[in-house]
Structures are given as C-alpha cells and as structure tokens.
C-alpha cells in the first residue's frame, strides 16, 4: 500500500489550498484514514481523520476551517483547508490505519509528505 499526497504549496494568511491523498495497492479494510501534521519544532499532530462510515475528528486548531473527506471509488482522501493562518505551516502527512491489505491485519501506512507554507 503506497499514499501520495499533493496539493501543497505557498499561500497568504486567509487562503485556502486542498490536499489529495490517494492509496494505491490493496486495502480491504481500514479503520481510519488522516491527515496529520509537523511544524518546525514541533511533534507531529493529528489534524483531521475519517473513518469508513464517514465520522470525521479534527483537532481542536482547525475545527471550523479545514474539512476531511473521502471518494472511496478513488481511494482518495481529501483535505480542504480553509482561513489559513501562518501557523497551520508545516508537512502534512497523508496516514492509513488499521489497514488489512490481503496479507497483515493492522498496518497502518503514512506518505512522504506535502509542505504547506502560510505567509502572513
């Protein structure tokens, strides 16, 4: 199971970006999928998360302006980031938990990677 995210980049306080996260290989199962973050110095965070029945969690630092969804016919996860404040800068990780994959029960898989960069 591989994720690729995309969708980062450069913005201005107050803009908005969306990032993609798509899982190639087999999953037949999983029990959650998110999104988390890293700043500069800082421990890596759960920003949002999604499970397969559709209830979402987000952290309490982007309640009301990011929003998770999913396209399970795509494999892809989304997340929509909206009001960007300068420090909501950091790579964000695309992650799958709890993921049977045909072999081993309860991996759980994370992708490289995308930079957002918020400037104030």
């Known amino acids: 199971v591989q994720l690729m995210e995309s969708g980062g980049g450069s913005v201005q306080a107050g803009g908005s970006l969306r990032l993609s996260c798509v899982a190639s290989g087999q999953i037949f199962t999983w029990k959650s999928m998110g999104w988390y973050r890293q700043g500069p110095g800082k421990q890596r965070e759960l920003v949002a998360s999604?499970?397969?029945?559709?209830?979402?969690n987000y952290s309490d630092s982007v309640k009301g302006r990011f929003t998770i969804s999913g396209d399970n016919a795509k494999n892809t996860v989304y997340l929509q980031m909206n009001s960007l404040k300068p420090e909501d800068t950091a790579v964000y990780y695309c992650n799958a938990d709890g993921v049977y994959d045909g072999s081993y029960y309860d991996m759980d898989y994370w992708g490289e990677g995308t930079l957002v960069t918020v400037s104030s």
């Open positions: 999604i499970s397969p029945g559709g209830r979402v």
